[in-house]
Nanobody
Framework: QVQLVESGGGLVQAGGSLRLTCAASGGTFSTYAMGWFRQAPGKAREFVATIRASGGVTYYRDSVKGRFAISRDNAKNTVYLQMSSLKAEDSAVYYC?????????????????WGQGTQVTVSS
């Protein structure tokens, strides 16, 4: 059983930056692909970014490409989401997820373990 705990959310002005952190425990972190998803009020959960277990491959939704960067430190059992040039439409609860596979995925159904989420609010 893998436990995931997100942190780093908060209130930021448009154009600002935040770094989200997801700390994992209870499993072999280096064998799990990781993903970040988000959900705004009244909207479906959507994919944001994913990274392969090795950390060598990443993939992003189009609207965050060039602004967000996912990374991981397998020695620290941690995955990060660096968010820059934030926009009001980035406001949402951000969730970290772990997939029992070497390979990354943009599908929420492919992920087994989820964190409790961290709120990101971008004021315009």
């Amino acid at each position: 059983q893998v436990q995931l705990v997100e942190s780093g959310g908060g209130l930021v002005q448009a154009g600002g930056s935040l770094r989200l952190t997801c700390a994992a425990s209870g499993g072999t972190f280096s064998t799990y692909a990781m993903g970040w998803f988000r959900q705004a009020p009244g909207k479906a959960r959507e994919f944001v970014a994913t990274i392969r277990a090795s950390g060598g491959v990443t993939y992003y939704r189009d609207s965050v490409k060039g602004r967000f960067a996912i990374s991981r430190d397998n020695a620290k059992n941690t995955v990060y989401l660096q968010m820059s040039s934030l926009k009001a439409e980035d406001s949402a609860v951000y969730y970290c997820a772990a997939r029992r596979s070497w390979y990354d995925s943009s599908r929420a159904d492919d992920y087994t373990y989820w964190g409790q989420g961290t709120q990101v609010t971008v004021s315009s």
